[in-house]
């Protein structure tokens, strides 16, 4: 019989650093990153840093609306929409065992454009130790050195500090502000975000070894050849 791996080959991607792993995520993750999400995921006195509010939403489980079935509904269209031609990688993040947050990985014609968009987020509780940083230089170099990007963007709304620190610490260096719209529960705003953008002359590597496993079967995939 064949293993979900098999099946579902995002499924065997592991990137290992230090105390954090990452991988797809997966139904039995879905608890512990409710729980986790309940708990809070937005500093406070910074801005909100998501395109909608869907982590203030109310938590009414099993209902048609709010929080988490919304959430569930996104998390599993990501994976049940990728493709060579456009996919995204949500993946959960635990440090020395435990759900500390999501990174993900997204790009659109990925063969001809070599770049990738990255996102992030940590708990409450597990922010301001360093986990946020070396979770985005694990994604960032599987980005570089296992797919073969050439460039990787990311974005925060203007004044979020927090955020500029980590996206300096990884080599991101500023690339434009954008005026974004964040659909909010009192209606849309507009917001500027600055632009942040990577290279493999920039990219600051983690200081532990890093493992990475399943990267081939993801590359066959997605279609991608390292050249």
């Known amino acids: 019989m064949l293993t979900i791996e098999e099946i579902f080959p995002p499924f065997a991607l592991r990137i290992i650093g230090g ?46 609306g709010g929080f988490p079935t919304e959430s569930l509904a996104w998390w599993w ?28 990985l997204r790009a659109r014609g990925f063969d001809q454009t070599r770049h990738v968009e990255s996102g992030s987020w940590l708990g409450l509780e597990h922010q301001g130790r360093g986990t ?16 073969g990007a050439r460039s990787c963007g990311s974005g925060y709304i203007a004044g979020n500090h927090a955020s500029a620190a980590v996206s300096r610490k990884v ?17 849309p705003v507009g917001v500027d975000e600055q632009r942040v953008l990577v290279t493999p002359a920039t990219y600051v590597a983690p200081q532990d070894p890093v493992e990475v496993h399943g990267a081939e079967q993801l590359r066959r995939f997605l279609g991608i050849t390292r050249g």
């Open 77 to 104: 269209r990501q994976r049940s929409t990728i493709s060579p031609q456009e996919w995204h990688l949500a993946l959960v993040v635990r440090s020395q065992g435990r759900v500390v947050g999501m990174q993900d």
């Open 171 to 187: 080599g991101y260096i500023a690339n434009g502000i954008e005026r974004i719209v964040q659909q909010t529960s009192d209606g």
């Open 19 to 64: 105390p954090v792993e990452m991988r797809v995520l997966r139904d039995g993750d879905i608890p512990e990153l409710v729980e986790l999400v309940r708990s809070g995921v937005q500093t406070p006195g910074l801005p909100m840093p998501f395109l909608r509010d869907w982590h203030t939403q109310p938590f009414d489980p099993g209902a048609p």
């Open 132 to 147: 946020g940083t070396l979770m985005r230089r694990l994604a960032v170099g599987f980005a570089f050195q296992e797919l």
